[in-house]
């Protein structure tokens, strides 16, 4: 790989550049950004060697597309007019299925696949990239199928250099389930942080009685709006099924208290810290 | 101090006998447990020096009341009972006004202090007990007024050399705040847990797609339901008014959704980013 494209070089597309660059010292990283100043501190934190254009992309060996889903699905079609026939195109979005669909018809769709490293912080922009982000870390690849057999090659060395664990979905599976694992964790922590504030926004000192567990509930809730709209946006079926679903349950942990049935409390909460043994493993 | 009882020998409590241990070599640690095999494990793990019971409290310097708040409330009376006017009997509970009434007219109140320390895991049991885990953490103090002079002074003493830094509050408002700072989180934390183990119970290894976010957001559901039933009980009225606000949070937050208000989410999501500068200063 000579030539790396990074289209939209923040948190996930600044550790790529830090990752590849390690791996393969040959290779120029090109970013891409509308976003002037973060394609100067790309340059200046060294993700980047240089600053290029979409029409630049035609010579490309990879590009990576880390831009909110809604900008990834309307511009991928671009993308893959102007790739040659030897460009790896890879999403990391959140959603599948959208940008998925965008291209279910393009002459190129082979060029493309579709990724979600399930990787990440609650920061944002390119100085929240971190080296060896994706070690250890779960990719989720869909419609895998669909992408030419010498790209997929390329691409399976690639996140093989990075330490990646690989799993196969198709495009609705991985937007349902992820509306469960992710979506969802990320409203409970914004409405969680909206409650708090509003209630306490005449006390502000009423913080220094937070500790971790507050800490670690609302971490989510410091996540960037511009990239996780979008995601809500493109999975409003499942993200309200799953919404529904907590909604649910937290009224009925409310009547049990109503009713002083503490019981039931207990067994609740016993019957959920086998969560536990599905966390292990996750860092 | 020479004498000092835990009775409660867990996270908590063996977390005090380890900075005890440390700041005050000479004194011998006695261990109070109902559970025989965690005051064995917490003389394996050297957090104690002794076995003892209740009814040894009589030349206690400082008895630390680190058991289940319904317990604490119940015992607080005997133990008081037992103690002589020299002792220092401080509890360590996330509710303060039933503890505190427990004993408000006892003719020993003035050897109590209510305190409760802004510091733990999700874990349990003497092997959590973890070595400075009070430095820098916020200790609150309840009806300090209440507390003899020469005991006062004592405790503080002891938060000190612990590196605690103290918030004087009276019961009721420690019992309200706390309620939206952490109780609400305990049960966001084993709601969301529970509503994705009851969506994935049949796709296991749908949980490698749960990264390092949903960790976070359901880290407190690990917690220990023998701990945080008598803490739902006793707070119940405040618990409930959170739980209401965190529900109708959350069902307006669905309402935007379904009328494709995005907008509105983006905007709902920015005002609460600024929790990461009232997270400042949590660890």
Redesign the interface.
């Known amino acids: 790989m000579n030539s790396v494209y990074i289209i939209g070089i923040g948190l996930i597309g600044g550790s790529f550049a830090l990752d590849i660059r390690k791996q393969y010292p040959n290779a120029t990283i090109y970013g891409v950004d509308h976003n002037e100043s973060h394609l100067d501190e790309a340059l200046a934190l060294n993700l980047i060697d240089e600053k290029a254009e979409l029409s630049d992309l035609q010579n490309a060996d990879l590009v990576i597309l880390s831009i909110p889903v809604d900008a990834a699905s309307e511009k991928l079609s671009t993308i893959l007019d102007v790739v040659s026939d030897n460009t790896l195109v890879m999403d990391v979005g959140s959603t599948k299925l959208p940008v998925c669909k965008s291209v279910d018809n393009h002459p190129k769709r082979r060029n493309f696949l579709a990724t979600h490293p399930?990787?990440?912080?609650?920061f944002s922009g390119p100085k929240a990239a971190i080296a060896n982000l994706y070690q250890h870390?779960?990719l989720?690849i869909c419609e895998v199928e669909k992408t030419a057999f010498k790209l997929q090659e390329r691409a399976l060395k690639l996140f093989s250099d990075l330490g990646m664990r690989i799993?196969y979905m198709n495009p609705e599976a991985?937007d349902k389930?992820?509306a469960?694992?992710?979506h969802?964790?990320?409203?409970?922590?914004?409405?969680?942080?909206?409650?708090?504030?509003?209630?306490?926004k005449n006390?502000r000192?009423?913080?220094?009685?937070?500790?971790?567990?507050?800490?670690?509930?609302?971490?989510?809730?410091?996540?960037s709006?511009?990239m996780?709209?979008?995601i809500?946006?493109q999975n409003?079926e499942n993200?309200?099924e799953?919404?529904?679903?907590?909604?649910h349950?937290?009224?009925h942990?409310?009547a049990m208290?109503?009713q002083?049935d503490?019981e039931a409390?207990?067994?609740?909460?016993?019957?959920?810290?086998?969560?536990?043994d599905?966390?292990n493993g996750?860092?």
Request: aromatic fraction near 10%; hydrophobic fraction near 40%; avoid cysteine.
């Open positions: 399930i990787a990440g912080t609650e870390k779960t989720i799993r991985h389930h992820i469960y694992v992710s969802l964790s990320h409203i409970s922590s914004f409405m969680l942080g909206k409650t708090v504030i509003e209630k306490e006390e000192d009423i913080f220094d009685m937070a500790g971790s567990g507050f800490a670690s509930t609302v971490r989510l809730a410091k996540s709006p511009a996780w709209t979008p809500f946006k409003k993200v309200i799953t919404l529904e679903e907590y909604i349950n937290l009224t942990f409310k208290m109503e002083d503490f409390i207990f067994d609740e909460m016993q019957n959920t810290n086998h969560i536990k599905i966390l996750i860092k």
